[in-house]
């Protein structure tokens, strides 16, 4: 069965510092992998994807992550964050065999300080 | 942001009575879910649907039933609802396939007491 991992629970960082939060999964077949993030009080918003080719993609407000396949990993970055990145953020890999439906780690609480 | 509402927003209720959670979608998308999320556990797929009447059971499928006669509802019953099925609910929509984006709808926080 496919699972996601997610290394941090809770992550406290101060502004302008750079931010990277792991991601591994299991699952031996193809793959695709989503970054999620949760404002307080908010839905979840998709912040990139990775589907195929490069590796490294770029998603909205400043963030990346690095696909690298022989790790299983899925790691997510921004170099410089803001107050307004306090968030929850979540790695999903979605299951063919559920509808594509989406499978979660159990996401990291990123608080960013002033 | 992807048309999706949820209803109610909120719910108290108390155990032992039976509960349905509406979610409405207005882009015609296939594919609708359902999730929970829980406090170390992220979101967790209860449902889902791939057509008009066509659904599925996810991974925490017990005590839980759905609907879906029309494209755009997806109705979440909690028959006789417990106090472990006090959560977040957020459906989510799709147009179907692997690389498709996942939309989620605003959430209903059900309280069973």
């Known amino acids: 069965a496919q699972s996601v991992s997610q290394h941090n629970h809770h992550v406290i960082l101060s502004e302008a510092a750079s931010l990277e939060l792991g991601c591994n999964y299991s699952y031996g077949g193809t793959v695709n992998l989503f970054w999620y993030v949760q404002y307080p009080g908010q839905h979840l918003q998709l912040l990139l994807k990775y589907f195929s080719g490069d590796p490294l993609v770029k998603g909205i407000k400043g963030f990346e992550a690095e696909f690298i396949k022989s790790k299983f990993s899925f790691n997510l970055r921004k170099p410089s964050v803001q107050w307004s990145d306090t968030a929850e953020y979540f790695c999903a890999v979605n299951a063919p065999n559920s509808g594509y439906a989406l499978n979660f780690g159990k996401g990291t609480s990123l608080l960013v300080t002033p | 942001d992807a048309g999706i509402t949820q209803s109610p927003r909120h719910k108290v209720t108390e155990t032992g009575t039976p509960v349905t959670l509406r979610c409405h979608q207005t882009e015609n998308h296939r594919y609708m879910y359902w999730y929970r999320q829980d406090p170390g556990h992220g979101l967790r797929l209860i449902h889902y649907?791939?057509?008009?009447?066509?659904?599925d059971k996810g991974e925490v499928s017990d005590g839980y039933s759905v609907s879906r006669s029309k494209t755009e509802d997806f109705l979440l019953t909690l028959e006789s609802a417990t106090s472990s099925q006090t959560s977040v609910y957020f459906c989510?929509?799709?147009?179907?396939?692997?690389?498709?984006?996942?939309?989620f709808g605003p959430g209903t926080r059900l309280t069973v007491l």
């Open positions: 649907s791939y057509g008009v009447k066509d659904t």
């Open positions: 989510a929509i799709s147009s179907g396939g692997a690389e498709d984006t996942q939309y």
